[in-house]
């Protein structure tokens, strides 16, 4: 397995990339760039924990960094040099697919999908919570999402 990122590493590639964008719409696009990854590469792209928030998946870690604000434009606890070849083709093959979305379609997308909505079982939908995302459920669930029936496809939000 090889020396993987840390997820401020990957919020500052993607808000390099990107420009400014709202918290909700930066921890979707770590979230997807977490699943994606597993799934192309078989191992995490960051250690860091995924929870099963209300409003969808969380990293902890990110949110008590940006805990207040809405909008952030930069992310100085990261540095997209540390991320290897491989991490970076991940994070610009997700931005090519969901930048375009905004936050709250993000949020939309990941609440129909299994490995948050697992995560959330028996939760109402307001209920707080810090239940973990499986990365093995992320994984499995992402490899067969181009095949699954109920899949939402990203150009029908």
């Not at 990339?17 to 994606?36: E, F, I, M, N, S």
């Not at 992310?75 to 930048?99: F, K």
């Not at 299994?114 to 994984?139: M, Q, Y």
Request: charged content about 25%.
């Amino acid at each position: 397995m090889s020396l993987m990122g840390k997820v401020d590493d990957v919020a500052a590639a993607i808000l390099k990339r990107t420009g400014p964008l709202d918290t909700w719409k930066l921890q979707k696009l770590v979230y997807y760039c977490q699943a994606w990854h597993l799934v192309w590469e078989g191992e995490p792209l960051f250690p860091e924990r995924i929870e099963a928030w209300a409003g969808g998946p969380v990293v902890p870690d990110l949110y008590q960094r940006h805990r207040g604000a809405f909008r952030i434009s930069s992310w100085a606890w990261g540095d997209p040099e540390n991320l290897t070849a491989d991490e970076e083709t991940t994070v610009e093959a997700v931005l090519g697919s969901y930048a375009h979305l905004t936050g709250a379609q993000l949020r939309q997308l990941t609440h129909q999908e299994g490995p948050w909505l697992s995560a959330r079982a028996g939760l109402a939908p307001g209920d707080r919570s810090n239940r973990v995302i499986d990365p093995d459920e992320i994984a499995d669930y992402y490899s067969g999402v181009a095949d699954a029936d109920e899949a939402v496809y990203v150009d029908e939000l």
